[in-house]
């Protein structure tokens, strides 16, 4: 055979090399401070999509930390977790009852298309909300509940632009009859009865407490939020176009009433999906930060080790403690509606009792938080159920649910068991998407084990199926947890306990409802913040004299930001304003 | 070309494939329907509320019910309605959006796998039991033998980490802000055709031997013919056919193979819906995104057998 010339063989390898390296270049930040950078442009990346940004249905983390910069309530919650005015021009006036709320707005206060934002503003965005809340099924509509005639809203059943119609025509079907507004800058609430909690929950980010402006949604009455023509909010930036589950892009508002007034001029958002994908690309300079938009918990531990043991990265990494608490729950509570029944019920009475301590003495706590998480992206949870950081904590190993003490867990167990029949085919159930919930059951397993002497049998669930049999009470101890909606001692109990919220047969995990424990969660709801602050932690020595729980973790959050961005973090709950974030040069 | 008996192989086959569109659309309806839990559910809505949603999603009527409103808005008006995550995003459109992005991305895979296969298998041939074949040879071997994500995170590896003073992270830079060019397209087309273009290369190696040794190129050496002439005239096109014939399986393999390599690049296309969407649960979407793949895989095998016209002019429909 004639070989081939070798002019030709270059050629077509010189051709298959080039395709190959084509495209690779490209290029690189060098981070470094000083002044404020020409390009006040913000990137950063999240892992999903917004599900909505309309307040009156937003309910995922993701709609609320981004809607936090479009949209604006009457009060909000500052850095620290007060609640501060915001519209309002001052904290409301509460009447000697506590049933009346007068607000006064203030008078620069516009939309980002211009029109001023009035009382009436407010009348239509609360309505649409509580008329919302029925006929779409919202998680947060109930946050206005506390205001006379939601119920008659709530029980609206028309959707869309007829709906509109009726909130237009200010019909009664849609329209809550305490909420008044006697001039164009005061509204009026009234309260069917006093709820010291109310002012937290209507100033949840992206929530059913914020303003809206009816040119716009009535526009499109379900999708105006996601037109950026139409998406019209109060708050520091707007969005300039989105490409769904791909690519957002938002810019500042000229002339923001608020503070402080905006730097960055625009805020890029990309729609990845892995985490750790994200950090890679944050690591290789496509990203200013990487954990905003609620996407914090999402990063691998290894990839956080990884960071802490990166010179030039370390500096980078901030750990913020979140809003969730992980336990494991008991079934107190065993009757028709609840068969799961359990050696740990309320009725098992001392003996039920030494059992549950026996199990939640068992278990180290620190060690646990070492085991499934590196102690990096959760905390051994010492301070009772509410999360560290919140209002209602006990503090820092004041729980005493949470102390490791295999001697005393394993005497109880003999006393309350001596035979060894009631802990016999124990079964501790959970959900495994989360592998975090994986690795804590089986830990739990080893532990109760090793300590106790006891095999309890894991059984994993999917997350639906897991959910719906533990609320109806089909497990004798579950994994359990809750993520907070509002810095207030309230969301929590009234989230998880007490015949108010449906228990023991409805609504209930655990079951657990006592006459004293409902009668004094009653009087707690109803009193300001400050006289019913001491009430919430009676409550919670409540559940842990009982021992309805055995504390596990709680969540941490995971941010990484580049040492030339300033203003950016985040409290328990949302990321810092990107009103607050600058961008120096580099 | 496109004789008459050419079209109405097509017309037949167009309606086979959408036949065939609308039966995956119909088994997925009723299979991601039986998966436990929905997009809806969470921990802290439950009871009525939860009602109240399925309700406003119309996801509490009977499955029968939901499905002859599916079908009826999925023929009458290529609706195949909206997210149940992402509020209001409709889902034929981003469907159609991602589908586009996945065949640039197969596209440019399949240029991989047929450029470089050709010329792997083409040099192999002409430089038989030379370092050079060994070489290329081997390379197809590796290439075929590993599956494409290995390939993927390996040159993740080297150009993303090892290189990236040099490439500074081209393929993650931008890749959320997707623009479909070249800096973005060519490491993951590679990582998607680079399988493919190794079983190409063995096949057309193979295939090359066998006519390099006919009698006509034998008289068109002694004709004095240039080799590249020789070669590329002569023996590839007859040496084609049979690689021709695998490219109907390997398109669908880069068609499926997308699923791994989109979600490992972050690239927006179909693959990555694919995957995310059975995560979430979102039903409508799982059903949109099969039935593009359905409809792809429908329309690559039509087109290869249309190929086979424009190569062999013995074959007709």
């Given at each position: 055979m004639t070989p081939l010339s070798s002019r030709f063989l270059k050629a077509l390898c010189v051709g298959g090399a080039a395709s190959l390296v084509l495209g690779a270049c490209g290029g690189s930040n060098t981070p470094g401070t000083g002044g404020l950078a020409a390009d006040q442009t913000l990137k950063f990346p999240i892992l999903d999509d917004y599900a909505t940004l309309d307040p009156a249905v937003a309910d995922a983390e993701t709609d609320q930390e981004i809607g936090q910069n479009m949209f604006n309530g009457l009060v909000k919650f500052d850095n620290s977790l007060n609640v501060v005015p915001d519209i309002a021009a001052s904290m409301p006036a509460v009447s000697s009852d506590g049933l009346t709320y007068t607000f006064t707005l203030r008078k620069d206060v516009t939309f980002s298309n211009g029109d001023k934002v009035t009382s009436k503003d407010v009348l239509y965005s609360w309505n649409r909300a509580a008329s919302m809340s029925g006929a779409y099924g919202t998680s947060y509509g109930g946050n206005l509940s506390p205001i006379v005639g939601y119920s008659t809203a709530s029980g609206n059943k028309v959707v869309g632009a007829k709906l509109e119609t009726l909130l237009e025509a200010k019909d009664p079907t849609v329209t809550m009859s305490g909420l008044t507004a006697p001039d164009d800058y005061t509204v009026v609430a009234k309260l069917k009865s006093p709820a010291g909690w109310w002012l937290s929950a209507i100033a949840l980010t992206d929530s059913t407490g914020m303003v809206v402006d009816q040119n716009a949604v009535k526009q499109d009455f379900d999708n105006w939020w996601s037109n950026p023509a139409t998406a019209i909010g109060t708050g520091p930036f707007k969005m300039t176009s989105r490409i769904a589950k791909q690519s957002e892009d938002f810019a500042a508002v000229s002339n923001w009433w608020g503070s402080p007034k905006p730097t960055l001029t625009k805020v890029h958002i990309d729609v990845l999906q892995s985490a750790a994908s994200a950090i890679t690309a944050y690591e290789q300079g496509s990203y200013d930060l990487y954990g905003y938009g609620g996407w914090s918990q999402a990063a691998g531990v290894a990839d956080i080790k990884r960071i802490q043991a990166t010179a030039n990265e370390k500096d980078q990494l901030l750990l913020q403690p979140k809003v969730r608490t992980t336990w494991v729950t008991f079934n107190m509570v065993s009757d028709a509606s609840r068969t799961g029944g359990g050696p740990f019920t309320l009725a098992g009475g001392q003996t039920a009792h030494d059992l549950r301590m026996a199990f939640a003495l068992a278990v180290?706590?620190?060690?646990?938080?070492?085991?499934?998480?590196?102690?990096?992206?959760?905390?051994?949870?010492?301070?009772?159920?509410?999360?560290?950081?919140?209002?209602?904590?006990?503090?820092?190993?004041?729980?005493?649910?949470?102390?490791?003490?295999?001697?005393?867990?394993?005497?109880?167990?003999?006393?309350?068991?001596?035979?060894?029949?009631?802990?016999?085919?124990?079964?501790?159930?959970?959900?495994?998407?989360?592998?975090?919930?994986?690795?804590?059951?089986?830990?739990?397993?080893?532990?109760?084990?090793?300590?106790?002497?006891?095999?309890?049998?894991?059984?994993?669930?999917?997350?639906?199926?897991?959910?719906?049999?533990?609320?109806?009470?089909?497990?004798?101890?579950?994994?359990?947890?809750?993520?907070?909606?509002?810095?207030?001692?309230?969301?929590?109990?009234?989230?998880?306990?007490?015949?108010?919220?449906?228990?023991?047969?409805?609504?209930?995990?655990?079951?657990?409802?006592?006459?004293?424990?409902?009668?004094?969660?009653?009087?707690?709801?109803?009193?300001?913040?400050?006289?019913?602050?001491?009430?919430?932690?009676?409550?919670?020595?409540?559940?842990?004299?009982?021992?309805?729980?055995?504390?596990?973790?709680?969540?941490?959050?995971?941010?990484?930001?580049?040492?030339?961005?300033?203003?950016?973090?985040?409290?328990?709950?949302?990321?810092?304003?990107?009103?607050?974030?600058?961008?120096?040069?580099? | 070309m496109f004789t008459r008996g050419t079209l109405i192989f097509i017309g037949q086959r167009v309606v086979l494939i959408a036949?065939?569109?609308?039966?995956?659309?119909?088994?997925?309806?009723?299979?991601?329907?039986?998966?436990?839990?929905?997009?809806?559910?969470?921990?802290?809505?439950?009871?009525?509320?939860?009602?109240?949603?399925?309700?406003?999603?119309?996801?509490?009527?009977?499955?029968?019910?939901?499905?002859?409103?599916?079908?009826?808005?999925?023929?009458?008006?290529?609706?195949?309605?909206?997210?149940?995550?992402?509020?209001?995003?409709?889902?034929?459109?981003?469907?159609?959006?991602?589908?586009?992005?996945?065949?640039?991305?197969?596209?440019?895979?399949?240029?991989?796998?047929?450029?470089?296969?050709?010329?792997?298998?083409?040099?192999?041939?002409?430089?038989?039991?030379?370092?050079?074949?060994?070489?290329?040879?081997?390379?197809?071997?590796?290439?075929?033998?590993?599956?494409?994500?290995?390939?993927?995170?390996?040159?993740?590896?080297?150009?993303?980490?090892?290189?990236?003073?040099?490439?500074?992270?081209?393929?993650?830079?931008?890749?959320?802000?997707?623009?479909g060019d070249i800096g973005q397209l060519w490491l993951p087309a590679f990582a998607l055709g680079f399988p493919y273009a190794s079983i190409v290369a063995r096949l057309t190696r193979a295939s090359m031997l066998e006519v390099i040794r006919q009698d006509y190129i034998r008289t068109a050496r002694a004709k004095g013919l240039r080799e590249t002439v020789i070669v590329a005239r002569h023996a590839l096109r007859n040496a084609l056919i049979p690689v021709i014939t695998i490219l109907g399986p390997l398109a669908i393999g880069i068609i499926t193979g997308s699923v791994v390599i989109e979600n490992l690049f972050g690239i927006p296309g179909l693959g990555k819906e694919f995957a995310q969407s059975i995560l979430n649960r979102d039903y409508f979407i799982v059903i949109g995104v099969f039935t593009m793949y359905a409809a792809m895989v429908g329309l690559a095998n039509l087109v290869v057998d249309l190929l086979y016209v424009v190569i062999d002019p013995r074959i007709r429909y």
């Open positions: 180290d706590k620190k060690k646990l938080a070492e085991v499934v998480c590196g102690n990096i992206l959760c905390s051994a949870a010492t301070g009772g159920l509410i999360t560290k950081g919140l209002t209602g904590y006990l503090g820092d190993g004041a729980d005493p649910l949470a102390a490791y003490d295999p001697v005393k867990a394993k005497a109880l167990l003999k006393s309350a068991d001596p035979t060894g029949t009631k802990t016999a085919n124990l079964t501790y159930a959970y959900d495994p998407e989360t592998p975090i919930f994986k690795d804590s059951a089986v830990f739990l397993q080893d532990q109760w084990q090793t300590n106790l002497g006891v095999k309890v049998n894991l059984i994993a669930v999917s997350h639906h199926a897991f959910i719906l049999a533990r609320l109806a009470g089909k497990y004798s101890f579950s994994r359990d947890g809750w993520q907070a909606d509002y810095n207030h001692p309230q969301d929590w109990f009234s989230g998880l306990y007490g015949s108010a919220l449906g228990c023991p047969d409805s609504g209930c995990t655990s079951g657990y409802s006592t006459p004293a424990f409902d009668a004094l969660l009653a009087k707690a709801n109803a009193e300001p913040l400050d006289a019913a602050l001491p009430d919430y932690k009676a409550l919670s020595q409540m559940l842990i004299s009982d021992v309805v729980y055995i504390p596990l973790f709680y969540s941490v959050g995971a941010f990484l930001i580049k040492p030339y961005v300033s203003g950016a973090g985040s409290n328990n709950f949302v990321d810092y304003s990107w009103a607050n974030i600058q961008i120096h040069s580099h | 036949f065939t569109v609308l039966a995956v659309s119909s088994i997925v309806f009723l299979g991601i329907h039986r998966l436990p839990g929905d997009a809806l559910f969470n921990e802290h809505l439950h009871g009525e509320q939860y009602a109240l949603l399925l309700h406003h999603y119309n996801l509490d009527k009977p499955l029968l019910v939901q499905y002859r409103d599916f079908m009826i808005a999925l023929v009458t008006r290529g609706d195949l309605g909206e997210s149940l995550v992402n509020r209001g995003v409709k889902i034929t459109p981003l469907v159609l959006r991602e589908l586009g992005i996945s065949v640039e991305v197969g596209g440019f895979a399949l240029v991989f796998t047929i450029g470089l296969g050709l010329l792997f298998g083409v040099v192999a041939s002409v430089r038989q039991n030379t370092w050079v074949d060994y070489v290329l040879s081997t390379t197809s071997v590796i290439g075929y033998s590993m599956p494409n994500f290995v390939i993927a995170s390996f040159l993740i590896l080297v150009f993303g980490k090892w290189l990236e003073g040099v490439t500074g992270g081209t393929f993650y830079y931008q890749l959320g802000a997707w623009k």
